[in-house]
């Protein structure tokens, strides 16, 4: 495809399942991040792949989030536990290898996820 | 990264210019302007980005104070699509390209 590819766009889960958000990067792109966007509010920064290695998880907000890139191209983002406070929109992106200028990142449609 | 500051909510008519205000009293030097815009239901998307020149591109002009602290995103011609929620970021050139995003205006297009 030609763009950022998430799945599924729309997931309810019941207060405690765990759930697994997909995402297809652009293919050839090194760079993948995940965002967190609750309602009103602009993306905030979970996690950075760089191929395979999780370089960066400073945003994700707890022990029950975990995000895997095993073959340095599909990522998922799993949450366990969910709780009524990961209602959100989660946004993938992917990009070039950044090396210190700047490179365009580009954003998937993300997965609206609902716990109740 | 520095720390912007955007109106929450601005009104353009439809084919006038839509002047989108950002302040960034904290910029250092190595960092640069970017902005992003966020239509309704999608994900966001890159616009433009400059250092401390004027930048232009297809879909719109960056204008960055000479001091660097503030600086204006200008839709030429704004159409109804071009309704949506417009980020301005400040960033460096580490960090291996996370963005950092605030709250954003939400600019409306009307007719």
């Known amino acids: 495809g030609a763009g950022v590819s998430q799945s599924p766009r729309y997931k309810v889960a019941k207060r405690g399942q765990d759930v697994a958000l997909r995402c297809d990067p652009i293919?050839?792109?090194?760079?993948l991040f995940w965002y967190q966007q609750a309602l009103g509010q602009g993306p905030e920064f979970l996690t950075y792949?760089?191929?395979?290695?999780?370089?960066?998880k400073s945003g994700l907000p707890s022990d029950r989030f975990f995000a895997e890139r095993p073959e340095g191209s599909v990522s998922t983002l799993k949450i366990q536990r969910t709780q009524q406070e990961d209602s959100a929109v989660y946004l993938c992106?992917?990009?070039?290898?950044?090396?210190?200028?700047?490179?365009?990142?580009?954003f998937g449609q993300g997965t609206r996820l609902t716990v109740v | 990264d520095a720390k912007t500051t955007q109106p929450t909510s601005m009104d353009c008519a439809e084919g006038r210019a839509a002047n989108l205000p950002c302040n960034h009293s904290t910029i250092s030097g190595n960092e640069y302007v970017y902005w992003y815009r966020q239509i309704h239901s999608q994900g966001p998307q890159y616009i433009i980005h400059?250092?401390?020149n004027n930048e232009t591109n297809e879909m719109a002009s960056l204008i960055i104070t000479e001091d660097r602290k503030s600086s204006t995103l200008i839709l030429p011609h704004a159409t109804l699509r071009d309704t949506a929620v417009y980020y301005c970021i400040v960033r460096g050139t580490g960090g291996g390209n996370k963005l950092t995003f605030g709250t954003g205006t939400q600019l409306k297009v009307e007719l």
């Open positions: 293919s050839g792109h090194v760079s």
């Open positions: 400059g250092l401390k």
């Open positions: 792949f760089q191929n395979e290695a999780q370089l960066d």
């Open positions: 992106a992917s990009s070039l290898l950044f090396r210190g200028g700047y490179t365009e990142a580009f």
